[in-house]
Each structure stands twice: as C-alpha cells, then as structure tokens.
C-alpha cells in the first residue's frame, strides 16, 4: 500500500546549527507534500508545505525540498533554536488523503 | 474563533464499553477527518468526510463508525471499545479539498483498559 518513510526518527543538534529530515513516498499520484510541527500534548501544525510542480520553497529559517523523480522530499531548519525542538511529521497526498511519516523527535541542546 | 475544538480532552474506558468524540470546526471548512496517532506510527487516517453528508473510510475504519452532523461537527463513535484503541485522536479541517488550510484540534487521549 501506499506509505511515507521518514528518517531519523531522533535528531539531536546544537544551538544554531541545521537540521535534515528526509521523506520518502510510494504514491507517484502524491501531488502536496506538508510538513508539521508537533509540540508536546498539541495538535501537528504545518509549518511549510509543498506542491509537485515546485522544486523547493523557502520560509525564514525552514525550506523544503522536493525530487519528484526519486520520491523523496526533505526539510530544512537552520540556525536552529531551543523552541524548534517537537515532533517533525511530513506527509504525501493527493485529493482528500494524506499518508503521513511516522514523525522525528529534534531536540535542539543550548 | 477557535479552529477545531475536541471533547473530551481524556478518557479511560473499559473495554466493550462505547462513546463517541466530538470535533467541531468554526472555519466554515468543507472536509473534515478523523486520526488516530499511536507510537512511532504518525497520524493515520479513520475516516473522512468531503463535504456535507458525504464520509469515506480511510487506512483503518474498523471498529469506528462517524457521522458528519452538520457542516461544523464531525463525530467519530467506537461502538464496543478494544484496548486496541488506546490511542490519540486527532481531528482536523480542510479548506478545500483536503490539501488546503490545514487545521488539527488539540487531540483526545483515550485509554482502554
């Protein structure tokens, strides 16, 4: 069936420094590609998200990739921050479904 | 305006027993959907509904039936509860399409013993 690999599943930087976190998808129909933010006892929040016909996208500190041919897409925080720390998930989708990664822990140490 | 509201915020029940979430939405959204997020899993889909009087199944619709009440309120029933449940639930709103706007509730935390 169609599924989302995401990976790490902990990521832990220091202060200022840059995190990756890659994705990958089954489903070549996937045309939206969102990225949320979960912190502890809320609901996921996107942060940035991305449509098939556009190669990256950039918001202040966070940026996205996406490479429709090899299924894989990543984000990008730089200059990370001790609030950045939460749970990351990305997801797949097209039309009303999403199929999202199973989520990683970033931990941004002082 | 408030976004999507879940109630309630906990439960524990034991097992056969039955309850219905509730999610409400004051966005005037067309979809609406209901997951389940365990453990090392993500978010994964219940149900869902499009618009209106309109619900689909999604990754894993057993033991859940929903009812889409209005344009605001999208209600999710587990009629025998299993331990198999105990879970997170998280409703969230679509603009449009179910790829626009994308709006999650705080999440209910059900325990079933």
């Known amino acids: 069936g169609e599924n989302v690999e995401q990976h790490p599943s902990t990521l832990s930087v220091q202060e200022g420094d840059s995190a990756v976190i890659k994705c990958t998808y089954s489903?070549?129909?996937?045309?939206?590609f969102p990225w949320y933010k979960q912190e502890l006892g809320k609901g996921p929040q996107l942060i940035i998200d991305?449509?098939?016909?556009?190669g990256e996208k950039k918001d202040q500190r966070i940026a996205v990739t996406l490479n429709k041919t090899a299924k894989h897409f990543s984000l990008h925080i730089t200059e990370t921050q001790p609030e950045d720390s939460a749970v990351y998930f990305c997801?797949?989708?097209?039309?009303?479904?999403?199929?999202f990664g199973s989520g990683t822990r970033l931990l941004v140490r002082p | 305006n408030a976004g999507v509201t879940q109630t309630p915020k906990f439960q524990v029940l034991k097992t056969g027993q039955s309850m219905t979430l509730q999610c409400a939405q004051d966005m005037n959204h067309n979809s609406m959907y209901w997951y389940r997020q365990d453990p090392g899993m993500g978010l994964r889909l219940i149900y869902y509904?499009?618009?209106?009087?309109?619900?689909d199944k999604g990754e894993v619709p057993n033991g859940y039936n929903v009812s889409r009440l209005n344009k605001r309120e999208f209600s999710l029933r587990l009629e025998s509860a299993a331990p198999s449940q105990t879970s997170v639930y998280f409703c969230a709103s679509f603009k449009d399409r179910g790829l626009y706007e994308q709006y999650f509730g705080p999440g209910t935390r059900l325990t079933v013993t």
């Open positions: 991305i449509r098939s016909n556009v």
């Open positions: 997801a797949a989708g097209s039309s009303y479904k999403l199929i």
């Open positions: 489903d070549s129909a996937s045309n939206y």
């Open positions: 509904s499009a618009s209106e009087g309109t619900t």
